[in-house]
């Protein structure tokens, strides 16, 4: 379920935020020349904000204060808006879950662009999408956690 930063996160969740927003224009920036043509397709600008997001949720997960918890975390939601600041609780184990295939990201209800990515579940309040096959270059290259 998605649910707004309270406590001691609120400040590291705020730098975070500014940070995702900073890569965010950062990366519509950078988009605009890609490969010798003017500007990108729109998958790889969507697959690129999800990637965005799901490098924010894995520089989280080594803070102290999560690392300590074995309750219910705190995570981005990894849509391909922007702008989405909506948190998704969910145990960790469900978070590794969806981050064993680079192809698949964590999504609030809803939030999901079905023309270029397929739900794959849902549960209470949040998600699992995969990425349609001719992205898969992108998600990949940008996994934090591969080689």
Not at 109 to 124: F, M, N, Q, R, W
Request: aromatic residues 6%.
């Amino acid at each position: 379920m998605s649910r707004p930063i309270q406590g001691h996160f609120s400040r590291s969740w705020t730098l975070l935020a500014a940070g995702v927003a900073a890569s965010a224009q950062t990366t519509r920036s950078a988009s605009a020349v890609n490969n010798g043509r003017m500007g990108t397709s729109r998958e790889e600008r969507l697959a690129g904000n999800e990637a965005m997001f799901r490098a924010a949720n894995e520089r989280m997960a080594g803070w102290d204060e999560v690392r300590i918890s074995e309750a219910e975390e705190l995570y981005f939601c990894e849509c391909a808006d922007p702008e989405c600041r909506e948190k998704i609780s969910l145990h960790k184990a469900d978070y590794e879950k969806v981050r064993s295939d680079s192809r698949h990201f964590l999504i609030a209800l809803g939030h999901e662009v079905p023309d270029i990515e397929t739900v794959l579940e849902k549960h209470d309040g949040w998600a699992v999408i995969e990425k349609n096959p001719e992205v898969t270059e992108i998600v990949e290259s940008s996994d934090p956690r591969r080689p």
